[in-house]
């Protein structure tokens, strides 16, 4: 755990406890106990599978609040100083492959590098943070891998409401 979370992470983290505490945990209760009037326990697929899906929504609960508590807290950055930074959006120019990508910069519970969402604990995000516009960056892979990237814009991100929180 010990996960670096914005206060918006652990706002969607408190958001699915709840989903899960009042929505889905009543209902996975329910399905349990229709299950179990079918009769025969030790035979019965849909008990087992309903028990099975309980659980793990009580380990999901159990995980998402362990990993508030054992949060540390960072701050989204919101200065407009032109510096790559967590929520801020950055393109980037691949030499090798003459591409431009434009990514996100965020918390590893929210990286996805297919949506664009870089995490700030990646090899291109640890590499990118603090950078301005026009600085060529060197990206290290492994001792012996590594490229340059130019950066080509940074700026405020676009909205954050479908970024999905990926806590395991």
Do not use: C, W
């Not at 106990?33 to 326990?41: I, Q, S």
């Not at 393109?91 to 664009?116: A, C, H, M, Q």
């Not at 590594?146 to 806590?167: F, H, L, N, R």
């Amino acid at each position: 755990m010990y996960d670096r979370l914005t206060r918006s992470d652990i706002a969607k983290i408190e958001a699915e406890i709840e989903e899960r505490k009042l929505v889905k945990r009543p209902a996975l209760i329910e399905a349990v106990k229709e299950a179990r009037a079918h009769g025969d326990l030790s035979e019965n697929f849909e008990y087992h599978a309903a028990k099975a899906e309980k659980n793990q929504n009580e380990s999901r609960i159990a995980y998402l609040e362990d990993m508030i508590k054992t949060a540390t807290i960072i701050d989204d950055d919101d200065a407009d100083d032109g510096k790559v930074a967590m929520n801020k959006s950055v393109e980037v120019y691949f030499p090798e492959g003459d591409e431009t990508e434009e990514y996100k910069i965020v918390t590893t519970i929210r990286g996805n590098s297919l949506k664009g969402l870089i995490s700030i604990d990646s090899p291109l995000g640890k590499a990118l943070l603090g950078h301005v516009e026009g600085d060529t960056v060197h990206i290290v892979i492994n001792e012996n891998v590594g490229y340059d990237v130019v950066i080509k814009k940074v700026g405020p991100a676009q909205d954050d409401s479908d970024d999905e929180i990926k806590a395991f």
